[in-house]
Structure formats: C-alpha cells, structure tokens
C-alpha cells in the first residue's frame, strides 16, 4: 500500500520545466508546481518584459509573484526518495484509490497557507483558505464553501428541470412536425391524385371539342365545296350551250337567202334562262378564318383562367413554407437560387413604351405605338407590368440605361386609365417602388418617399417572399448591397413593373 501510495503520475510529481522529480516543490496561484529554481530561472527570462507567465497555463502575473514552498508535496517527495522508489512512467502508472485522494486533497489545499479551502470568495469567484479571508480577500463578498455548493446546486437543479422541459417539449414539436409530414403527404397524394383526374377530364374535353370543331369544319368544308361545284357545273353546262347558240347565230348571220335568215331567226334568236348573279353566293376571302378566331379567343380565355388558377394554386401550396421558414439570401449566389423569367405584358404596356428583346426591355419613345386598345393597359403613365405573377420566393434583376427608371411590384387590380396618382407605382397602397436616377435612390409607397443610401449601380435586384411578407431591393456590380427592405404582408399575388423616364431604357436579365 505504501509503495502505491508513491507511485503516483509523472504529472503530479514531476517539474514541467526539468521534467525530474520535484525539488523544492513551490506552486504559483494558478496551481500549477514547479522546481523552485526552475520557475526562478524562467521567470529571470521574463524580467526584461515586465510580465512572468506559467510555462503551463500561459497565466500572465504582474508584478513577479512571490512563491512560497508547497510543504505537502515536499513531504511527499521526501517520502518518495527515503523509500528510494522513483515516479513510474507516466504510460505505466497505476492511479488507484489512494493517488485520487490524494489529488483531490491537494486541490483543496490553499498554496500560500497550506489550509484547507473552506471558503468561497463571491466577489473574485475562486475558493479559498480561512487565512485568504483574512488577507488578500479581506472585506470581499465571503461565504463558506458548503453554503454556495448548496446555492449552485439549486441553481444546477433547476438548470436541469429547464433542460428537461425543453427536451420534453422538443420532443412533443418533434412528434407535431412528424404528423405534419404525414399530413402534408398525404394531402399531396391525394391532391396529386385529383389533380391528375381533372387533368384528364380536362384534356379529353379539350380532345373532343378538338374533335368536334374539325368535324364541323369538314362537314361545311364538304357542304359548300358540293355547293359551287353544282352550281360551276351548271354555269359550265351554260357556257357550252351559249357557244353553240352563237356558232348557229354566226351560221345564219351568212345565210344569203333572205327568206331563209327570217324563217329560221325566230327560233335561233331565243335564249334559253340565264343563271342569275345573285344566285352565286361569294363568301368573303377569310373563309374559316372566323373559326381560327373563336378558336384563338377560346384559347386567351383559357389561358387566362388558368394563369388566374395557377396563382391560386401557387399561393396555396407555398403556405407549407411558413411551418419552416427560409433565412433570407444573403451572396449573390443564394439569391440566383430562386431567379426567375419574367417578361413584360405587351397587353399592359403604355404607347410611350417599346418592347423588345422578347418583351423584356422596355424604351421611352416619343412616337407613340399602335397598340390595340386593351382595359389592362397604363394610358397616362410610362409604366408597364409583367405577363407572370409572382409568389413564393422570386428573385429578378433589371439593367437601367441613359436615364430615370421605376423599379416595381404591384398588385393586379391597381388602377390603369388616367392620369391619378393611383395609377402610379408607389403612390397608392397596391405598389411599392424603388426610383433610380443618376445620383440618388428613393423609396416610395402609398405616396410616401423615403430616401435611400447605398452604392449606385446599372442593375437593381428584387428579392420577393411573398409569404414572409419581405420584398428587398439590392444594388448589383459583382455582389449584392442592400438598400431597401419592406416587411409587410402581402395579400395578392404580385407583378414586376417598370417605369422608364425620357430617353432611358430598363430591361429584366437573364439570369439562367
């Protein structure tokens, strides 16, 4: 037993400086125990810099601290060399029972007193010895040490109960989501399903009104080509007989005989009935073209519904993003993530405006265009709108030149005729705009206009969450600056919009 007592870790007997058993074992206020010239003679090293550090812990003392013998581990090493017995190894050492106890007894033991440290110094947060109270921690906030043990502990106690209530309902979250999930798919097969069925109802309606409007066409087609045909072969059948009636007429017109030209004139000269003009029924030169264009009118109406439905549908489906919300984009990259193509609505667009580039650029001309008359198009104002709507996350750019530009979205039903200020982007509550000029940036919406700061560039970014209610207006050269940010909630879908000012153009990117 007594031999174990000794072999105790290199670590706790042995000087971190010389790496020998200790001698003259002394112990710095960080706890750490050295040779006594060991640390003397490091810290001689140190002087010059007017700070001294412990060549383990890196702890720095100023001034230079004055060392006092640690007695137990002397007596401990003294022990050891009487017994002529060296410190095992330290990847051979046998740490048992009595070297724990002894480490802990040694913890616990004040290095400037060599009293056991019952108390607990509040005020510098460290334990401390009876004399310490006394000394250097004389007139600080000092209890003993079982009383802020029994203090901590009702503290960790409750930490602990905190923590379990938080497991406990994490999990019961855990459980929510899970039957989240499960409702979400199943809802989605389901409408996946339905979808599909109405889809092919749909499709087979459109097959047979297909099927049917050919068959008409082919019918009449069939109809009026029997029609003329009866009635060219009749005119033909006329036109032959008119030809013989002339070659007779021709005959007798040579006749010499006078009696004879008068007694076969009579029945030469009778013409039988002409077919009458009015009888030729001409259509115009369109023909069927007024079935292309019921066609073609079914068609926009369609397409309209649909586009109206899709939105809806859209609307719908990203609500499932407000169980876990997205963290806003932050580089460039990010933002491309959710960048998409949109387009200018010809249908929308002001006559001051041209479109091109595929309706994506829009420019200010004096010449006013010959667009047809539409209820969706801007009639006093520079302004045009997108052909998509925009819901769930969307993110576009638009590249101004030579002049002002509008950067805007805006609801659907925003008013379109005149010259009223609720026909202009951000000045009513169904637009919000972002001006741009050479020199400066404003913010504007239901009439209010807010300056803006920030790096002046060709290229604006949007950045949309339609369903966070964020819409954020960036400026663009390589990466991205922020220079406005709306949160708010949004509560139809939304459009891009452009207004351009005189001799300038604005153009949506390609992104992809």
Same mark, same amino acid.
């Given at each position: 037993?007594?031999?174990?007592?000794v072999?105790?870790?290199?670590e706790?007997?042995s000087?971190?400086?010389c790496l020998?058993?200790?001698?003259?074992p002394?112990?710095?206020?960080?706890?750490?125990?050295?040779?006594?010239?060991?640390?003397?003679?490091?810290?001689?090293?140190?002087?010059?810099?007017?700070?001294?550090?412990?060549p383990q812990c890196?702890?720095?003392?100023?001034?230079?601290?004055?060392?006092?013998?640690?007695t137990?581990?002397?007596?401990v090493?003294?022990?050891?060399?009487?017994?002529?017995?060296?410190?095992?190894?330290?990847? $051979?050492? &046998? %740490?048992?029972?009595?070297?724990?106890?002894?480490?802990?007894l040694?913890?616990?033991?004040c290095?400037?007193?060599?009293?056991v440290?019952?108390?607990?110094?509040?005020t510098?947060?460290?334990?401390?010895?009876?004399?310490?109270?006394?000394?250097?921690h004389?007139?600080?906030?000092?209890v003993? %040490?079982?009383?802020?043990?029994?203090e901590?502990q009702?503290?960790?106690?409750?930490?602990?109960?905190?923590?379990?209530?938080?497991?406990?309902?994490r999990?019961e979250?855990?459980?929510?989501?899970?039957?989240?999930?499960e409702a979400?798919?199943?809802? %989605?097969?389901?409408a996946?399903e339905?979808?599909?069925?109405?889809f092919?109802?749909?499709?087979?309606?459109?097959?047979?009104?297909?099927?049917?409007?050919?068959?008409?066409?082919?019918?009449?087609?069939e109809?009026?080509?029997?029609?003329v045909?009866?009635?060219?072969?009749?005119?033909?059948?006329?036109?032959?007989?008119?030809?013989?009636k002339?070659?007779?007429?021709k005959?007798?017109s040579?006749?010499?005989?006078?009696?004879?030209?008068?007694?076969?004139?009579?029945?030469?000269s009778?013409?039988?009935?002409?077919?009458?003009?009015?009888?030729?029924?001409?259509?115009?030169?369109?023909?069927?073209?007024?079935? /292309? %264009?019921?066609?073609?009118?079914?068609r926009?109406k369609?397409?309209?519904?649909?586009?109206e /439905?899709w939105t809806?549908i859209?609307?719908?489906?990203?609500e499932?993003?407000?169980?876990?919300?997205?963290?806003?984009?932050?580089t460039r990259?990010?933002?491309?993530?959710?960048?998409?193509?949109?387009?200018?609505d010809?249908?929308?667009?002001?006559?001051?405006?041209?479109?091109?580039e595929?309706?994506?650029?829009?420019?200010r001309?004096?010449?006013?265009?010959?667009?047809?008359?539409?209820p969706d198009?801007?009639?006093?104002?520079?302004?045009?709108?997108?052909?998509?709507?925009?819901?769930?996350?969307?993110y576009?750019?638009?590249?101004?030149?030579?002049g002002d530009v509008?950067?805007?979205?805006? &609801?659907?039903?925003?008013?379109?005729?005149?010259?009223?200020q609720?026909?202009?982007?951000?000045?009513?509550?169904?637009?919000?705009?972002?001006?741009?000029? /050479?020199?400066? $940036?404003?913010?504007?919406y239901?009439?209010?206009?807010?300056?803006v700061?920030?790096?002046?560039?060709?290229r604006v970014?949007?950045?949309?969450?339609?369903s966070?209610?964020?819409l954020?207006? &960036?400026?663009?050269s390589?990466t991205?600056?922020?220079? $406005?940010?709306?949160?708010?909630?949004?509560?139809?879908?939304?459009?891009?919009?452009?207004g351009?000012?005189?001799?300038?153009s604005?153009?949506?990117?390609?992104?992809r």
């Open positions: 037993m007594a031999q174990r007592a072999q105790l870790d290199r706790s007997l000087c971190p400086i020998d058993l200790l001698k003259d002394v112990t710095t206020s960080c706890g750490h125990s050295y040779c006594k010239n060991c640390i003397k003679d490091h810290w001689d090293k140190e002087d010059e810099k007017w700070i001294h550090s412990c890196r702890k720095s003392f100023i001034p230079r601290p004055h060392l006092l013998k640690n137990m581990l002397a007596d090493v003294e022990k050891m060399k009487k017994t002529g017995l060296q410190a095992a190894p330290a990847d $051979h050492c &046998y %740490a048992g029972p009595e070297d724990v106890v002894f480490k802990k040694q913890e616990n033991i290095f400037r007193h060599n009293e440290m019952k108390m607990f110094c509040r510098d947060q460290q334990c401390i010895c009876y004399l310490c109270s006394v000394e250097e004389k007139g600080h906030d000092i003993s %040490a079982a009383a802020e043990r029994t901590r009702r503290e960790l106690e409750g930490s602990r109960q905190n923590i379990h209530q938080r497991i406990q309902d999990e979250d855990v459980k929510v989501l899970q039957q989240e999930v979400i798919n199943r809802s %989605a097969d389901k996946a339905h979808s599909e069925k109405i092919t109802e749909l499709i087979r309606l459109m097959e047979k009104r297909r099927s049917d409007v050919k068959q008409q066409v082919r019918s009449q087609q109809t009026d080509v029997s029609r045909k009866e009635l060219q072969g009749k005119l033909e059948q006329e036109i032959t007989e008119l030809k013989r002339d070659a007779e007429l005959k007798l040579h006749t010499e005989d006078h009696n004879q030209f008068l007694h076969n004139y009579p029945s030469l009778a013409l039988s009935e002409s077919t009458h003009s009015s009888s030729i029924d001409i259509r115009p030169l369109k023909y069927f073209e007024d079935v /292309t %264009a019921a066609v073609s009118e079914v926009d369609l397409q309209d519904v649909l586009r /439905t809806n859209s609307l719908t489906v990203t499932v993003d407000v169980l876990l919300p997205q963290p806003e984009p932050k990259a990010d933002f491309l993530r959710y960048s998409c193509e949109i387009t200018l010809p249908n929308t667009a002001n006559t001051n405006l041209l479109l091109s595929g309706n994506r650029k829009a420019t001309v004096s010449q006013p265009q010959s667009y047809s008359h539409h198009r801007v009639t006093y104002w520079p302004q045009v709108l997108s052909r998509e709507s925009l819901t769930g996350r969307c576009w750019e638009v590249k101004r030149r030579d509008s950067v805007a979205v805006a &609801y659907k039903n925003i008013s379109r005729a005149g010259k009223s609720e026909c202009l982007f951000g000045h009513n509550d169904k637009s919000w705009m972002l001006y741009c000029d /050479t020199n400066s $940036h404003y913010f504007w239901n009439g209010v206009s807010t300056p700061s920030g790096p002046r560039s060709s970014g949007v950045y949309l969450d339609h966070a209610g964020i954020s207006f &960036y400026s663009v390589g991205v600056t922020l220079l $406005h940010r709306v949160q708010t909630t949004f509560t139809q879908p939304l459009y891009a919009g452009l351009v000012g005189d001799r300038a604005a153009e949506f990117c390609r992104l």
